[in-house]
């Protein structure tokens, strides 16, 4: 079995040194399928993506460089999408931008190779755009990388809106937006709305109202991100995002009023959380239900969202994959058919 890793590392500039390391890879039976050369202050940084061969491990590649004399500075997993070329890269991601504006933080997050986009402020190490923030754990961002990230930015004119409007099934016009702590009032009418059996299924306990010592958790998650559906002045649906023990997975919930309940609110909030969940690099969302409850599985078809369900801990675990069959489609129409 093979197994495919996306390296950094530092070189002195001499005659043949990269040659050397290529060399020593393939010794190690390493074949480098993608070469980059970055500028950095005082130099340059070498990046590679290897496929090694069985039992080759990433604690063998770094040692085969550093017996080179290489630094090693970063290595993850790698997939076929790391070898496109940068400059092709960047194209398409701001294709994708441009088309779609609310996947912008999509597009940032594949041009700088970064682990998640979200909103928020930066701490050391991270990338601030906007109210944007941009973060890698493998490898800190070059200059190189944040100016081609500025600029993809400068072409689409602005980070994903924060508002994002939508219509119901039936012509009713509402927004989608991130929830602040302002919104504990209105959070609170939505939950006195509710029915019982509402918030049942959300919570799965026989609660009547939402304490208030929980509102400033729904809406400030510490691992994740909160979305509002509000139409005129009032909250009508709202779901979370948030992260797991698993980096690719997050965890998700909705709650919609029940007078808004089976008009398209669900889904559309649901599209909205998946496309966030794409920009911040996750691969799956996990949602618990009541076994008997089915509400979500027709949302996440609804919204052309995959969805599998298994039996765990007496509930129904529901996996939903970000990129739906709606998404794919988009992009399949895009790539010219001599190309497919």
């Known amino acids: 079995m093979t197994s495919t890793w996306r390296m950094r590392f530092e070189l002195s500039d001499s005659p043949g040194a990269l040659a050397r ?22 130099g340059v940084l070498d ?66 190779s970064a682990d998640a986009v979200t909103h928020g402020t930066a701490e050391e190490g991270q990338a601030q755009f906007g109210d944007l923030v941009a973060r890698r754990g493998w490898s800190r961002f070059t200059q190189v990388e944040l100016t081609r990230a500025q ?40 939950h006195s709305r509710c029915s019982m059996r509402t918030l049942f299924n959300r919570y799965h306990s026989g609660m009547r109202t939402l304490p208030r010592r929980w509102l400033h958790r729904l809406l400030n998650p510490p691992r994740g991100t909160t979305v509002l559906a509000q139409c005129a002045d009032q909250v009508v649906a709202l779901g979370q995002l948030i992260q797991t023990g698993t980096p690719d997975c997050a965890e998700i919930s909705l709650l919609v009023e029940d007078a808004w309940q089976r008009r398209g609110v669900g889904t559309a909030l649901l599209g909205a959380l998946a496309s966030d969940a794409r920009a911040a690099g996750y691969t799956e969302l996990v949602a618990w239900c009541l076994p008997s409850e089915s509400a979500l599985i027709h949302t996440a078809a609804r919204a052309g969202l995959e969805a599998t369900t298994r039996r765990e801990d007496g509930l129904l675990r529901v996996s939903i994959a970000p990129r739906g069959r709606a998404l794919k489609a988009r992009e399949a129409a895009a790539v010219p058919e001599k190309t497919r």
Do not use: Y
């Open 151 to 190: 600029a993809l930015l400068d072409i689409v004119d602005a980070p994903a809106p924060a508002l994002r409007g939508a219509l119901s099934d039936d012509g009713v016009a509402f927004v989608l937006r991130p929830g602040t702590g302002s919104d504990e009032d209105a959070v609170a009418g939505l």
């Open 47 to 112: 990046e590679i993506v290897v496929r090694a061969g069985e039992g080759v491990l990433p604690a063998d590649l770094v040692e085969a460089v550093r017996s080179e004399g290489a630094k090693c500075v970063g290595i993850t997993s790698a997939d076929v999408r790391d070898l496109v070329d940068e400059p092709t890269a960047a194209l398409r991601a701001a294709k994708m931008a441009l088309a779609d504006p609310e996947r912008t933080a999509e597009a940032l997050r594949q041009v700088l």
């Open 21 to 42: 390391v290529t060399v020593r890879l393939a010794a190690a039976d390493c074949n480098v399928l993608a070469l980059q050369v970055i500028p950095v202050p005082g």
